[in-house]
């Protein structure tokens, strides 16, 4: 049984650029959430998608953008990168139902 | 507004040896759940152990346990019988249970487990 699933696992950008990170969520799991950890913090909540709708957000600009696709796999775009973007981004899956959140390995951007 | 608080940055602890890492949250919320996830330099978060706001017996999971004292809104973690990969940081998080079930980190606890 894979696990949830992200890519690319680093990526370089420039400042200005957009990016597309991409995750698949653990098999049997609906609801994928997007976190973002700067380095030496935890991660921040910026997004949750539920049945292809945005269901909560966090306090990030409207520069961050998601998207769910009917298999349930979810993308997290970001537009205007600026240098203070790079992080580790991170998708977690779950289902309503369950207590746990399940993590890929992340996506290192970093924005130069 | 939620928050946890994770007060030590870094802790060492010898091998073999029980290790007790601290949390303590806030929330007005009566339902919700406390997680403690690990996250080796690879970077992804491992859960470990849960704890619902409602559970009346203290969570066990293998070497882990957790702690908790919901007068005191404390959550701590504690790994027993240390072993040299546990070395990693420790995250605690809650989640509220209105919404989506999205997750409030802590700031970290970083984990050195000495032979």
């Known amino acids: 049984d894979a696990g949830v699933t992200q890519s690319p696992t680093h990526l370089i950008k420039t400042r200005g650029q957009q990016v597309t990170l991409r995750c698949s969520p653990k098999s049997g799991h609906d609801t994928v959430s997007w976190y973002q950890q700067a380095l030496g913090q935890g991660p921040q909540f910026i997004f949750q998608?539920?049945?292809?709708?945005?269901?909560q957000r966090g306090n990030f600009p409207d520069r961050f953008s998601g998207h769910q696709f009917p298999n349930y796999s979810s993308e997290l775009n970001v537009n205007a990168l600026l240098l203070g973007d790079s992080a580790l981004y991170l998708c977690?899956?779950?289902?309503?139902?369950?207590?746990?959140?399940?993590f890929g390995q992340g996506t290192r951007l970093t924005v130069v | 507004a939620q928050k946890i608080t994770q007060t030590q940055p870094g802790m060492f602890v010898q091998e073999k040896e029980a290790v007790t890492l601290d949390c303590t949250y806030d929330t007005s919320d009566q339902s919700y759940g406390l997680f403690w996830y690990k996250q080796p330099s690879s970077g992804e978060m491992i859960f470990l152990i849960y704890?619902?706001?409602?559970?009346?017996q203290n969570a066990t999971e293998g070497r882990y346990s957790l702690n908790f004292q919901k007068a005191r809104k404390s959550a701590n973690l504690v790994i027993s019988a240390s072993q040299l990969g546990d070395s990693a940081m420790y995250f605690c998080?809650?989640?509220?249970?209105?919404?989506?079930?999205?997750?409030?980190f802590g700031s970290g606890t970083r984990l050195q487990v000495q032979p």
């Open positions: 998608y539920y049945e292809e709708e945005e269901r």
């Open positions: 704890q619902g706001s409602y559970d009346e």
């Open positions: 977690a899956s779950s289902l309503v139902q369950t207590e746990s959140a399940f």
């Open positions: 998080a809650m989640r509220e249970d209105t919404g989506r079930r999205a997750l409030t």
